[in-house]
């Protein structure tokens, strides 16, 4: 329990001496193998493989050690002495194993052999690959279609995620779920509608122009470290930073760069956020309404004063629509019901606006913050409006960039991942592999858990990944997982998931992106798509963790072989024996995307995909960007009450999502817990409750069903009044099925509505 003196933020700048002694610490705790800090060096650099933590780029100029803190950790933890093999189970049954926390199961070290459950003794046996792929393929065949689900994980390459795509629809479905429907789907949905791109329009070269970036609800100090240091570089040229977060996240605020010995030495700080606006959790409509108010407002004063305009306006007449509509509603909305709403004054959403006005290149930067709300796609339609008056869309320095999180969650969509059937090439497909691909829509993986729970759904196969943490309502999923016919898992550790095995379950453990994949062809390189469209190859050099593992495309080619008819022109095993046919196929079916692939794949930097808005091509339906014009002023599907309060679903830098590598989030001084709730202090006085109370949280969703969250300990946090924080993946308790964004469905878990109860 932290002290409440030492709270908020006594904690230290991002980077600097915290974030070694972090490392030193998960290396010491994770017992990593000879050759780690090899693996290190290499680690996102050409020909070296690429870091499998997030999805932040990686630049062709690269610095010696081209990794965080954060990409050290899972380099770290994926590269543990520790095994996880078949004797463990001799010890332990999967009902006692229920009672280990998150971070204790993945402490058991790699896993080394694939597994089956024997309900008889409640354990994982051993069973060799091949009977492993039949018995899963006979449970496959005689199912009825649709009743079966493909999920992935943002984790697997390019190559894997096409072949694992190709084996759902060649089997009938396309019920392809993946981690980003938690995640960026309101990115790839309403991002999609307002400027025809379902993916950033920023590059690297951006970066290195840009003289301003607004923060709407990313966090990069924990989520996306690497991107510290080009904003650090475009604050040593005078760029500013404007950030909008109910929480003050110490990455956002400052930062000493470990690269830098005279920093470290002199624990020299940079600054990140000029100006810092803590809103009311859900409420970045109304915030950004503000800010296009007060530019709309100057434009006005400009013009009567014979002044250079501060609207673009040759963009907005020859690029946007609806832009009449959107000023009018501007105009319309009172500064006061602004202001009501986010609760920031006036003259901080002026303050903030000016910054914004006398930027010349603009860089809009989003994450969970604005995905992860009930009207998501509203809140990044108002970002994309501010940024459209100043034309911020499509020149240099300028754009919107969603930061994405698996490393290669925004591939694998590329590549096929995909459960709408209109985004995928089926006439490709047709013609490449002779079969008729299906043409229904499949399964989101909020539906496709409310299936399970309601029985419809009969088997899952993941592709990484940990569903039963990952996903809201936990309990309910967890009293209906095990009713399935058929679970299997690719993994490399074990995780809760595993702990709700299906009448039929597999544990088939895979290869960890930095070790060798050697097949008939040699050391295969993967690839993987960053946040900004680049497509780098990954080569892996580290002996595998046991020599029973398979890469995650020889899995899935011999579970496809296995589950679907025999098709000649489906060469299951020679794409295993040389990804390179694989990466053929990719270029075949997205020509555009994939131009000479194979020359191009280790280019340092990467290669681009290429984005049409990036160029201002718009690819909506107007055929221009749109303005848009949400329903009312948050994002929330909820009004305030009495006792209620939105609790927002926090990341420590001491995790990996579901992974949890310890129990230090010292950029929030929250140290040997995770079971917290950081309130704000006049909350805690009216509700008569005093910082180290223990309490637990109950879903006020309305819907009659109980949940509950208890022993919290209450620590006194500088959030706005009304907005409760607490810890992501233990929360899922809390959050109902199906509150979500309304036209992605991504989960709401920044907008969770409770009631806290003492005890
Ligand atoms: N170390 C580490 N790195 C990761 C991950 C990890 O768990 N650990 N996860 C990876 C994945 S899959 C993803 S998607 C990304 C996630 O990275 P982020 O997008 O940064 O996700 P979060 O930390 O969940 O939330 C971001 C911020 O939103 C703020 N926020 C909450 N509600 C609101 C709101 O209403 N308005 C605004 N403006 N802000 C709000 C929170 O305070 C938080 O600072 O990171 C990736 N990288
Ligand atoms: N309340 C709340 N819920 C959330 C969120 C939130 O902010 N709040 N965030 C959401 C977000 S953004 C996301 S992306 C999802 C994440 O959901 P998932 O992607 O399903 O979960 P992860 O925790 O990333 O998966 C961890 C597991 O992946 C396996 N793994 C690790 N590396 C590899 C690999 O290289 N290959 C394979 N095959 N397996 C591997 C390991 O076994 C590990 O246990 O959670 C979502 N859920
Ligand atoms: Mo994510």
Known sequence: MPKKEDLPLTSGPAGGWGSLRSIVRITRESHPSLGTLDTLRRQNKPRGFMCSSCAWPKPANYKPFEFCENGAKATLWENTNDRCTPEFWEDHTVSDLLAWTDHELECTGRLTAPMKYDPATDRYVAIDWDTAFAEIGAALQPLPREDVVFYSSGHAGLEASYLWALMARAYGNNNLPQSSNMCHETTSVGLKKVIGSSVGTVIWEDLDKTDCYFFFGQNPGTNSPRFLHPLKEAKERGAKIVTFNPVREQGLISFVDPQNPKAMLTGEEITISDQYHQLKGGTDIAAILGLCKAVIEADDAAQAEGRKAVIDWPFIEKHTHDFDRFIQFARDTSWDAVTTECGLTEQALRDAAQVYMEAERVIGVYGMGLTQQSHGAW??????????????????????????????????????????????????????????????????????????????????????????RALPDTERLERSWRDQELTVMISTKLNRSHLYPGKAAYILPCLARSEIDEQATGNQTITIEDSFSMIHGSIGHRAPASPDLKSELAITAAIAKAATAPNPKLRWDEWTGDYGLVRNLIEATYPDDFRDYNTRMHRPGGFWRGNPAHDRVWKTESGRAEFTVPGKLNALDFEDAPGRYRLLTMRSNDQFNTTIYGYSDRFRGIEGTRDVLLMNAEDMADAGLSHGDTVALESDAGDGVARRLGGLSVIEFKLPRGTVGSYYPECNVLVQMGHGDE??????SKAVPVRIVKG
Not at 399 to 414: E, M
Not at 420 to 438: G, S, V, Y
């Open 743 to 748: 036209l992605s469905k991504t989960p709401a």
């Open 379 to 468: 809140n990044i339609g108002m970002l994309v409006n501010l940024l459209l008056l100043r034309g911020n869309i499509g020149r240099p320095g300028a754009g919107c960039c969603p930061v994405r999180g698996h490393s290669n969650v925004q591939g694998q969509r590329t590549v096929g991942i995909a459960e709408k059937a209109k985004l995928i090439p089926m006439d490709k497909l047709r013609e490449l592999f002779d079969f008729e691909p299906p043409q229904k829509d499949g399964t989101h993986v909020v539906d496709a858990a409310q299936g399970v729970i309601d029985g419809r759904i009969k088997a899952t196969l993941c592709l990484g990944g940990n569903l039963m």
